[in-house]
Protein backbone atom coordinates (compact mmCIF):
# COMPACT_ATOMS: atom_id res chain seq x y z
CA UNK A 1 0.00 0.00 0.00
CA UNK A 2 1.43 3.29 -1.07
CA UNK A 3 1.82 5.89 1.66
CA UNK A 4 0.02 9.19 0.77
CA UNK A 5 3.19 11.33 1.57
CA UNK A 6 5.09 9.09 -0.89
CA UNK A 7 1.80 9.60 -3.22
CA UNK A 8 2.05 13.43 -2.93
CA UNK A 9 5.98 13.01 -3.74
CA UNK A 10 5.46 11.04 -6.96
CA UNK A 11 2.97 13.77 -8.05
CA UNK A 12 4.81 16.92 -7.33
CA UNK A 13 8.06 14.95 -8.97
CA UNK A 14 5.82 14.39 -12.05
CA UNK A 15 4.32 18.00 -11.84
CA UNK A 16 7.56 19.28 -11.62
CA UNK A 17 9.27 17.02 -14.95
CA UNK A 18 6.19 17.90 -16.91
CA UNK A 19 7.10 21.42 -16.07
CA UNK A 20 10.40 21.13 -16.83
CA UNK A 21 9.39 19.20 -20.79
CA UNK A 22 6.69 21.59 -21.02
CA UNK A 23 9.13 24.99 -20.20
CA UNK A 24 11.31 23.16 -22.83
CA UNK A 25 8.37 22.49 -25.12
CA UNK A 26 7.58 26.46 -24.87
CA UNK A 27 11.17 27.96 -25.27
CA UNK A 28 12.46 25.95 -28.29
CA UNK A 29 9.86 26.68 -30.91
CA UNK A 30 11.20 30.65 -30.39
CA UNK A 31 14.52 29.47 -30.23
CA UNK A 32 14.09 27.78 -33.60
CA UNK A 33 12.78 30.83 -35.13
CA UNK A 34 15.50 32.88 -34.01
CA UNK A 35 17.94 30.45 -35.40
CA UNK A 36 16.44 31.06 -38.52
CA UNK A 37 16.45 34.81 -38.53
CA UNK A 38 19.73 34.50 -37.83
CA UNK A 39 20.75 32.34 -40.98
CA UNK A 40 18.24 34.30 -43.17
CA UNK A 41 19.23 37.70 -42.10
CA UNK A 42 23.01 37.50 -40.68
CA UNK A 43 23.95 34.31 -42.78
CA UNK A 44 26.91 36.28 -44.15
CA UNK A 45 28.22 38.82 -42.00
CA UNK A 46 31.97 37.57 -40.67
CA UNK A 47 32.49 36.96 -36.88
CA UNK A 48 36.49 37.35 -37.19
CA UNK A 49 39.22 36.48 -39.27
CA UNK A 50 40.88 33.49 -39.01
CA UNK A 51 44.86 33.82 -39.49
CA UNK A 52 47.68 30.75 -40.11
CA UNK A 53 48.31 30.95 -36.43
CA UNK A 54 44.72 29.84 -35.62
CA UNK A 55 45.03 26.86 -38.37
CA UNK A 56 48.58 25.56 -36.57
CA UNK A 57 47.34 26.77 -33.10
CA UNK A 58 44.39 24.34 -32.55
CA UNK A 59 41.82 27.02 -33.84
CA UNK A 60 42.57 29.04 -30.49
CA UNK A 61 40.64 32.09 -30.55
CA UNK A 62 38.46 30.99 -33.60
CA UNK A 63 34.66 31.37 -33.15
CA UNK A 64 32.67 28.16 -35.18
CA UNK A 65 30.33 27.07 -32.30
CA UNK A 66 27.13 27.38 -30.83
CA UNK A 67 26.79 26.98 -27.81
CA UNK A 68 23.36 27.93 -25.56
CA UNK A 69 24.51 26.96 -22.42
CA UNK A 70 27.63 28.57 -21.16
CA UNK A 71 29.80 31.76 -22.26
CA UNK A 72 33.29 31.79 -21.23
CA UNK A 73 34.60 35.17 -21.18
CA UNK A 74 38.66 35.94 -21.01
CA UNK A 75 38.17 38.25 -18.17
CA UNK A 76 34.79 37.17 -16.04
CA UNK A 77 34.76 33.58 -16.38
CA UNK A 78 32.19 31.78 -16.91
CA UNK A 79 28.29 32.68 -17.14
CA UNK A 80 26.15 29.92 -16.72
CA UNK A 81 22.95 31.17 -18.93
CA UNK A 82 24.22 34.78 -18.30
CA UNK A 83 24.48 34.04 -14.30
CA UNK A 84 28.27 34.27 -12.64
CA UNK A 85 29.29 31.53 -10.06
CA UNK A 86 28.72 33.85 -7.45
CA UNK A 87 25.58 34.93 -8.90
CA UNK A 88 24.69 31.32 -9.32
CA UNK A 89 25.28 30.49 -5.27
CA UNK A 90 22.88 33.37 -4.80
CA UNK A 91 20.29 32.50 -6.48
CA UNK A 92 20.15 29.03 -7.20
CA UNK A 93 18.32 26.16 -5.07
CA UNK A 94 20.63 25.11 -1.62
CA UNK A 95 20.19 22.25 0.50
CA UNK A 96 20.54 24.32 3.69
CA UNK A 97 20.53 28.10 4.21
CA UNK A 98 23.24 29.73 2.69
CA UNK A 99 24.44 26.76 1.72
CA UNK A 100 26.22 25.48 -1.66
CA UNK A 101 24.25 25.36 -5.00
CA UNK A 102 22.32 22.17 -5.71
CA UNK A 103 23.66 20.77 -9.14
CA UNK A 104 19.94 20.12 -10.18
CA UNK A 105 19.29 23.57 -10.08
CA UNK A 106 22.06 24.51 -12.33
CA UNK A 107 20.80 21.22 -15.00
CA UNK A 108 17.53 23.36 -14.40
CA UNK A 109 19.28 26.82 -15.31
CA UNK A 110 21.36 25.29 -18.13
CA UNK A 111 17.91 23.88 -19.72
CA UNK A 112 15.80 26.66 -19.61
CA UNK A 113 17.46 29.53 -19.10
CA UNK A 114 15.43 30.32 -15.83
CA UNK A 115 16.27 30.02 -11.84
CA UNK A 116 14.36 27.29 -10.96
CA UNK A 117 12.04 27.27 -7.24
CA UNK A 118 13.69 24.74 -4.55
CA UNK A 119 10.60 22.14 -5.15
CA UNK A 120 10.95 21.94 -8.63
CA UNK A 121 14.82 21.23 -7.97
CA UNK A 122 14.12 18.98 -4.79
CA UNK A 123 11.34 16.88 -7.42
CA UNK A 124 14.53 16.80 -10.43
CA UNK A 125 16.34 15.31 -7.44
CA UNK A 126 13.73 12.50 -6.79
CA UNK A 127 13.47 12.02 -10.57
CA UNK A 128 17.41 11.39 -11.09
CA UNK A 129 17.44 9.07 -8.36
CA UNK A 130 14.30 7.20 -9.74
CA UNK A 131 16.15 7.02 -13.24
CA UNK A 132 19.64 5.66 -11.60
CA UNK A 133 19.32 2.07 -11.88
CA UNK A 134 22.02 0.52 -13.82
CA UNK A 135 21.86 -2.34 -15.23
CA UNK A 136 24.36 -5.69 -14.27
CA UNK A 137 25.98 -5.97 -17.34
CA UNK A 138 27.42 -2.28 -16.92
CA UNK A 139 29.78 -3.44 -13.45
CA UNK A 140 30.26 -6.84 -15.43
CA UNK A 141 31.86 -4.64 -18.55
CA UNK A 142 33.64 -2.82 -15.98
CA UNK A 143 34.87 -5.80 -13.97
CA UNK A 144 36.06 -7.51 -17.44
CA UNK A 145 39.04 -4.56 -17.19
CA UNK A 146 41.85 -5.39 -14.43
CA UNK A 147 40.96 -3.41 -11.57
CA UNK A 148 44.47 -1.27 -12.01
CA UNK A 149 42.66 0.25 -15.25
CA UNK A 150 42.98 3.96 -15.23
CA UNK A 151 39.25 4.93 -13.53
CA UNK A 152 39.11 7.43 -16.86
CA UNK A 153 39.08 3.38 -19.07
CA UNK A 154 37.05 2.60 -16.52
CA UNK A 155 34.33 5.35 -16.53
CA UNK A 156 34.29 5.49 -20.22
CA UNK A 157 33.83 1.93 -20.60
CA UNK A 158 30.73 1.63 -18.19
CA UNK A 159 28.96 5.03 -19.91
CA UNK A 160 29.46 2.91 -23.24
CA UNK A 161 27.76 -0.08 -21.46
CA UNK A 162 24.71 2.14 -20.90
CA UNK A 163 24.42 2.99 -24.20
CA UNK A 164 22.27 -0.10 -24.63
CA UNK A 165 19.30 1.27 -23.08
CA UNK A 166 19.42 4.81 -25.74
CA UNK A 167 16.10 6.04 -26.14
CA UNK A 168 17.30 8.26 -28.91
CA UNK A 169 18.85 5.29 -31.31
CA UNK A 170 15.79 2.92 -30.49
CA UNK A 171 13.92 5.96 -31.63
CA UNK A 172 15.48 6.45 -34.68
CA UNK A 173 16.42 3.43 -35.74
CA UNK A 174 12.54 2.59 -35.80
CA UNK A 175 11.52 5.81 -37.57
CA UNK A 176 8.72 7.10 -35.27
CA UNK A 177 10.12 10.48 -34.32
CA UNK A 178 10.16 13.50 -36.90
CA UNK A 179 13.95 15.32 -36.88
CA UNK A 180 12.38 18.12 -35.42
CA UNK A 181 11.19 16.06 -31.87
CA UNK A 182 14.69 14.52 -31.68
CA UNK A 183 15.55 16.23 -29.05
CA UNK A 184 13.16 14.49 -26.88
CA UNK A 185 14.40 11.09 -26.91
CA UNK A 186 17.63 12.64 -26.56
CA UNK A 187 16.46 14.32 -23.46
CA UNK A 188 14.90 10.92 -21.68
CA UNK A 189 18.63 9.34 -22.78
CA UNK A 190 20.46 12.94 -20.92
CA UNK A 191 18.34 12.65 -17.89
CA UNK A 192 19.31 9.06 -17.65
CA UNK A 193 22.84 9.40 -18.33
CA UNK A 194 23.13 12.26 -15.48
CA UNK A 195 21.00 10.11 -13.04
CA UNK A 196 23.60 6.84 -13.50
CA UNK A 197 27.04 8.33 -13.91
CA UNK A 198 27.29 8.84 -10.52
CA UNK A 199 26.82 5.50 -9.56
CA UNK A 200 28.97 3.92 -11.93
CA UNK A 201 31.64 6.44 -11.73
CA UNK A 202 31.03 5.61 -7.18
CA UNK A 203 31.33 1.46 -8.82
CA UNK A 204 34.83 2.14 -10.17
CA UNK A 205 36.25 4.26 -6.90
CA UNK A 206 34.78 1.28 -4.45
CA UNK A 207 35.97 -1.37 -7.16
CA UNK A 208 39.70 0.24 -7.15
CA UNK A 209 40.03 1.27 -4.06
CA UNK A 210 37.81 0.00 -0.92
CA UNK A 211 38.17 -3.56 -1.77
CA UNK A 212 34.87 -3.75 -4.09
CA UNK A 213 32.40 -2.86 -1.50
CA UNK A 214 29.75 -1.25 -2.96
CA UNK A 215 27.71 1.51 -1.46
CA UNK A 216 23.82 2.18 -2.98
CA UNK A 217 22.57 5.01 -3.93
CA UNK A 218 19.89 6.63 -0.72
CA UNK A 219 16.70 8.26 -2.97
CA UNK A 220 16.16 11.08 -0.16
CA UNK A 221 19.87 12.32 -0.95
CA UNK A 222 20.32 14.91 -3.49
CA UNK A 223 22.79 14.40 -6.75
CA UNK A 224 25.45 15.88 -4.94
CA UNK A 225 25.01 14.49 -1.65
CA UNK A 226 24.29 10.86 -3.33
CA UNK A 227 28.15 10.63 -4.93
CA UNK A 228 29.42 11.83 -2.05
CA UNK A 229 27.65 9.07 0.14
CA UNK A 230 28.33 6.29 -3.01
CA UNK A 231 31.69 7.02 -2.51
CA UNK A 232 31.95 6.88 1.29
CA UNK A 233 32.20 10.03 2.83
CA UNK A 234 28.91 11.38 4.60
CA UNK A 235 30.22 13.75 6.52
CA UNK A 236 27.87 16.95 5.56
CA UNK A 237 30.87 19.17 4.71
CA UNK A 238 32.06 17.12 1.92
CA UNK A 239 28.11 16.91 0.72
CA UNK A 240 28.16 20.42 0.26
CA UNK A 241 31.68 20.41 -1.55
CA UNK A 242 30.25 17.94 -4.03
CA UNK A 243 27.74 19.75 -4.75
CA UNK A 244 30.08 22.94 -5.61
CA UNK A 245 32.41 20.66 -7.18
CA UNK A 246 29.47 19.49 -9.61
CA UNK A 247 28.08 22.93 -9.98
CA UNK A 248 31.05 24.81 -11.05
CA UNK A 249 33.10 21.63 -13.21
CA UNK A 250 29.88 21.20 -15.35
CA UNK A 251 29.89 23.69 -17.93
CA UNK A 252 32.47 25.49 -19.75
CA UNK A 253 31.36 26.74 -23.06
CA UNK A 254 31.53 24.24 -25.92
CA UNK A 255 35.66 25.07 -27.08
CA UNK A 256 37.06 22.92 -24.38
CA UNK A 257 38.72 19.13 -25.83
CA UNK A 258 35.40 17.21 -24.07
CA UNK A 259 32.29 19.68 -25.26
CA UNK A 260 34.14 20.08 -28.34
CA UNK A 261 34.12 16.22 -28.70
CA UNK A 262 30.77 15.53 -27.30
CA UNK A 263 29.32 18.04 -29.72
CA UNK A 264 30.92 17.18 -32.75
CA UNK A 265 29.94 13.20 -32.22
CA UNK A 266 26.84 14.08 -31.31
CA UNK A 267 26.33 16.18 -34.53
CA UNK A 268 26.61 13.11 -36.02
CA UNK A 269 23.18 11.55 -34.53
CA UNK A 270 25.27 9.71 -32.21
CA UNK A 271 23.10 9.56 -29.28
CA UNK A 272 24.22 11.29 -25.30
CA UNK A 273 25.78 7.98 -24.75
CA UNK A 274 27.89 7.96 -27.56
CA UNK A 275 28.44 11.32 -27.51
CA UNK A 276 29.37 11.44 -23.61
CA UNK A 277 32.06 8.56 -23.80
CA UNK A 278 33.77 10.53 -26.85
CA UNK A 279 33.60 14.04 -24.17
CA UNK A 280 35.27 11.50 -21.53
CA UNK A 281 37.93 10.60 -24.07
CA UNK A 282 38.98 13.92 -24.70
CA UNK A 283 38.72 14.59 -20.48
CA UNK A 284 41.09 12.09 -19.87
CA UNK A 285 43.64 13.76 -21.78
CA UNK A 286 47.17 14.94 -19.84
CA UNK A 287 46.19 18.74 -21.73
CA UNK A 288 42.28 18.49 -20.29
CA UNK A 289 40.80 17.04 -17.19
CA UNK A 290 43.90 15.18 -16.55
CA UNK A 291 45.33 18.27 -14.77
CA UNK A 292 43.39 18.27 -11.97
CA UNK A 293 45.13 15.22 -10.58
CA UNK A 294 49.12 16.58 -11.90
CA UNK A 295 48.32 19.60 -9.17
CA UNK A 296 47.71 17.45 -5.99
CA UNK A 297 50.71 15.13 -7.05
CA UNK A 298 52.95 17.99 -7.80
CA UNK A 299 52.04 19.92 -4.42
CA UNK A 300 52.38 16.51 -2.06
CA UNK A 301 55.98 16.12 -4.63
CA UNK A 302 56.47 20.19 -2.88
CA UNK A 303 55.77 18.73 0.36
CA UNK A 304 57.81 15.24 0.26
CA UNK A 305 61.13 17.64 -0.46
CA UNK A 306 60.52 20.96 1.26
CA UNK A 307 58.22 20.55 4.44
CA UNK A 308 54.87 21.37 4.78
CA UNK A 309 56.20 24.97 6.38
CA UNK A 310 58.30 25.46 3.18
CA UNK A 311 58.46 29.51 3.19
CA UNK A 312 57.66 31.82 0.06
CA UNK A 313 61.39 32.25 -0.85
CA UNK A 314 61.73 28.12 -0.51
CA UNK A 315 58.77 27.72 -2.36
CA UNK A 316 60.17 30.52 -5.30
CA UNK A 317 63.49 28.59 -5.70
CA UNK A 318 61.11 25.05 -5.99
CA UNK A 319 58.99 26.81 -8.94
CA UNK A 320 61.91 27.52 -10.87
CA UNK A 321 63.09 24.51 -10.38
CA UNK A 322 60.46 22.89 -12.03
CA UNK A 323 60.15 25.45 -14.81
CA UNK A 324 64.34 25.73 -15.62
CA UNK A 325 63.61 21.57 -16.16
CA UNK A 326 60.91 21.81 -18.65
CA UNK A 327 58.06 21.27 -16.73
CA UNK A 328 55.12 23.56 -15.80
CA UNK A 329 53.49 23.99 -12.54
CA UNK A 330 50.23 22.13 -12.86
CA UNK A 331 47.07 24.34 -12.21
CA UNK A 332 48.15 27.73 -13.64
CA UNK A 333 46.87 29.16 -16.75
CA UNK A 334 44.39 28.74 -19.55
CA UNK A 335 43.72 28.47 -22.60
CA UNK A 336 40.47 31.70 -22.84
CA UNK A 337 41.10 33.15 -19.18
CA UNK A 338 43.61 35.66 -18.75
CA UNK A 339 42.62 36.43 -14.83
CA UNK A 340 42.04 33.84 -11.46
CA UNK A 341 39.44 31.40 -12.40
CA UNK A 342 36.01 32.04 -10.58
CA UNK A 343 36.40 28.31 -10.18
CA UNK A 344 39.52 29.12 -8.32
CA UNK A 345 38.06 32.01 -6.52
CA UNK A 346 34.82 30.16 -4.92
CA UNK A 347 36.81 27.06 -4.01
CA UNK A 348 38.99 29.17 -1.98
CA UNK A 349 36.23 30.60 -0.21
CA UNK A 350 35.05 27.53 0.55
CA UNK A 351 38.39 26.59 2.39
CA UNK A 352 38.64 29.51 3.85
CA UNK A 353 35.34 29.16 5.67
CA UNK A 354 35.72 25.42 6.58
CA UNK A 355 39.48 24.25 6.69
CA UNK A 356 41.75 27.48 6.86
CA UNK A 357 44.45 26.08 9.05
CA UNK A 358 44.85 23.14 6.55
CA UNK A 359 48.47 22.93 6.04
CA UNK A 360 48.20 21.77 1.84
CA UNK A 361 45.51 24.76 1.58
CA UNK A 362 47.95 27.07 3.21
CA UNK A 363 50.75 25.78 0.61
CA UNK A 364 47.68 26.50 -2.18
CA UNK A 365 47.57 29.94 -0.60
CA UNK A 366 51.25 30.56 -0.93
CA UNK A 367 51.33 29.52 -4.71
CA UNK A 368 48.61 32.13 -5.19
CA UNK A 369 51.22 34.53 -4.75
CA UNK A 370 54.70 33.43 -5.63
CA UNK A 371 53.53 31.58 -9.13
CA UNK A 372 51.94 34.49 -11.09
CA UNK A 373 54.74 37.23 -10.67
CA UNK A 374 57.34 34.42 -11.63
CA UNK A 375 55.36 33.06 -14.68
CA UNK A 376 55.03 36.99 -15.94
CA UNK A 377 58.85 37.54 -15.39
CA UNK A 378 59.10 34.36 -17.60
CA UNK A 379 57.19 36.26 -20.22
CA UNK A 380 55.78 32.85 -22.07
CA UNK A 381 52.29 32.90 -20.15
CA UNK A 382 49.35 34.95 -21.58
CA UNK A 383 47.92 33.83 -18.41
CA UNK A 384 49.79 33.68 -15.12
CA UNK A 385 46.68 32.71 -12.59
CA UNK A 386 45.35 30.01 -10.90
CA UNK A 387 42.91 27.94 -12.88
CA UNK A 388 40.05 25.75 -11.25
CA UNK A 389 42.52 22.62 -11.11
CA UNK A 390 44.67 24.25 -8.56
CA UNK A 391 42.55 23.83 -6.06
CA UNK A 392 40.11 21.08 -6.03
CA UNK A 393 42.62 18.65 -5.08
CA UNK A 394 43.73 19.98 -2.00
CA UNK A 395 39.58 20.13 -1.03
CA UNK A 396 39.40 16.45 -1.90
CA UNK A 397 42.45 15.53 -0.31
CA UNK A 398 41.07 17.23 2.97
CA UNK A 399 37.83 14.86 3.48
CA UNK A 400 39.62 12.05 2.45
CA UNK A 401 39.16 11.33 -1.37
CA UNK A 402 42.98 11.53 -1.64
CA UNK A 403 43.34 8.98 -4.72
CA UNK A 404 44.21 11.47 -7.01
CA UNK A 405 43.94 9.32 -10.18
CA UNK A 406 40.06 9.26 -9.71
CA UNK A 407 40.03 13.42 -9.78
CA UNK A 408 39.37 13.15 -13.26
CA UNK A 409 36.41 10.97 -13.09
CA UNK A 410 34.76 13.54 -10.42
CA UNK A 411 35.37 15.96 -13.64
CA UNK A 412 33.75 13.67 -16.27
CA UNK A 413 30.37 13.47 -13.54
CA UNK A 414 30.04 16.96 -13.05
CA UNK A 415 30.57 17.71 -17.36
CA UNK A 416 27.63 15.25 -17.93
CA UNK A 417 25.23 18.21 -16.94
CA UNK A 418 26.36 20.54 -19.05
CA UNK A 419 27.52 18.15 -22.06
CA UNK A 420 24.09 16.36 -21.80
CA UNK A 421 22.17 19.62 -21.67
CA UNK A 422 23.92 21.39 -25.11
CA UNK A 423 22.71 17.80 -26.77
CA UNK A 424 19.27 18.51 -26.09
CA UNK A 425 19.76 21.98 -27.82
CA UNK A 426 21.58 20.51 -30.06
CA UNK A 427 18.95 18.40 -31.50
CA UNK A 428 16.43 20.84 -30.49
CA UNK A 429 17.88 23.50 -32.99
CA UNK A 430 18.42 20.77 -35.44
CA UNK A 431 22.31 21.88 -35.64
CA UNK A 432 23.89 20.48 -38.67
CA UNK A 433 26.74 18.32 -38.91
CA UNK A 434 29.98 19.37 -38.19
CA UNK A 435 32.47 19.50 -40.98
CA UNK A 436 35.24 22.29 -41.01
CA UNK A 437 37.73 22.57 -43.89
CA UNK A 438 41.30 21.41 -43.10
CA UNK A 439 44.23 22.35 -45.40
CA UNK A 440 47.80 20.98 -45.82
CA UNK A 441 51.01 23.18 -45.47
CA UNK A 442 51.59 23.20 -48.85
CA UNK A 443 47.96 24.79 -49.38
CA UNK A 444 49.30 27.17 -46.56
CA UNK A 445 52.57 28.13 -48.85
CA UNK A 446 50.73 28.54 -51.93
CA UNK A 447 47.71 30.48 -50.18
CA UNK A 448 50.69 32.99 -48.72
CA UNK A 449 52.15 33.33 -51.90
CA UNK A 450 48.89 34.25 -53.73
CA UNK A 451 48.68 36.51 -51.17
CA UNK A 452 51.25 38.92 -51.37
Not at 78 to 84: A, T
Not at 101 to 130: F, H
Not at 274 to 301: C, D, M, R, T, Y
Not at 386 to 396: E, M, Q, R
Request: with cysteine; aromatic share 8%.
Amino acid sequence: MIDFRDLLLMLVQKMAMQDLKSQLQEIIPEQQDHLKKLKSKHGNVPVGNITVDMVLGGMRGMTGLLWKTSLLDAEEGIRFRGLSIPECQKVLPAAQSGGEPLPEGLLWLLLTGKVPKKEQVDALSKELADRAAVPDYVYKTIDALPSTAHPMTQFASGVMALQVQSEFQKAYEEGVVHKSKFWEPTFEDALNLIARVPVVASYVYRRMFKDGSIIPLDNSLDYGANFSHMLGFDSPQMKELMRLYVTIHSDHEGGNVSAHAGHLVGSALSDPYLSFAAALNGLAGPLHGLANQEVLLWIKSVVEECGENISKEQLKDYVWETLNSGKVVPGYGHGVLRKTDPRYVCQREFALKHLPDDPLFQLVSKLYEVVPPILTELGKVKNPWPNVDAHSGVLLNYYGLTEARYYTVLFGVSRSLGICSQLIWDRALGLPLERPKSVNMDWLDNFMRLSR
